[in-house]
């Protein structure tokens, strides 16, 4: 991880390729930026070297690609057993995402995806299985994300 603090230069990147990643190219950025096409690819070359750019990801529309039933699965896990118990659950198939939480007894909420209940039953069973107390299961109808508002230099 980088221990230095990020400049404008890098909260401009970072804020642009939270924007759409893939739609924006290093010379957009760098004439939003009044930068040089290869000091922007150099700054995200460091960003990533530095931990902080960690990977880029597509959105994916499971309904559209038929997997119709999204769901959110609050889990609770003993306190030493988190950790392991969320990156164990990464391996059940249709999970997409872990989130371990700090506090509370509803401690990993896992996201799954399936085309059938039949699909999020077996994922239930499995993470229960695993050692995750599942407490609720909700169906996600949409998820709404935007950009991290500290690293727009405009708005600041």
Same mark, same amino acid.
Do not use: W
């Given at each position: 991880?980088?221990? #230095?603090?990020?400049?404008?230069?890098?909260?401009? /990147? /970072? !804020? +642009? *390729?939270? #924007?759409?990643?893939?739609?924006?190219?290093?010379?957009?950025?760098? &004439?939003?930026?009044?930068?040089?096409?290869?000091?922007? @690819?150099?700054?995200? @070359?460091?960003? $990533?070297?530095?931990? /902080? *750019?960690?990977?880029?990801?597509?959105?994916?529309? !499971?309904?559209?690609?038929?997997?119709?039933?999204?769901?959110?699965?609050? +889990?609770?896990?003993?306190?030493?057993?988190? $950790?392991? %118990?969320?990156?164990?659950? %990464?391996?059940?198939?249709?999970?997409?995402?872990?989130?371990?939480?700090?506090?509370?007894?509803?401690?990993?909420?896992? $996201?799954?995806?399936?085309? &059938?209940? &039949?699909?999020?039953?077996?994922?239930?069973?499995? %993470?229960? #299985?695993?050692? %995750?107390?599942?407490? &609720? $299961?909700?169906?996600?109808?949409?998820?709404?994300?935007?950009?991290?508002?500290?690293?727009?230099?405009?708005?600041?």
């Amino acid at each position: 991880m980088s221990e #230095e603090p990020l400049d404008d230069l890098d909260r401009t /990147i /970072i !804020y +642009c *390729l939270q #924007e759409d990643a893939r739609k924006t190219s290093a010379s957009e950025i760098a &004439d939003k930026a009044g930068v040089s096409a290869s000091t922007v @690819r150099n700054r995200i @070359r460091n960003l $990533e070297e530095g931990g /902080i *750019l960690t990977g880029y990801r597509p959105e994916v529309n !499971y309904e559209a690609a038929s997997y119709q039933l999204q769901t959110l699965i609050v +889990c609770t896990a003993p306190i030493p057993d988190r $950790e392991a %118990l969320a990156q164990r659950a %990464l391996e059940v198939p249709g999970v997409v995402a872990v989130r371990e939480v700090m506090t509370g007894t509803e401690n990993v909420h896992v $996201e799954a995806i399936g085309s &059938d209940s &039949d699909d999020l039953s077996r994922i239930g069973r499995d %993470l229960d #299985e695993l050692g %995750l107390e599942v407490v &609720d $299961e909700d169906l996600i109808r949409n998820e709404y994300e935007r950009a991290f508002h500290g690293f727009d230099v405009d708005e600041l």
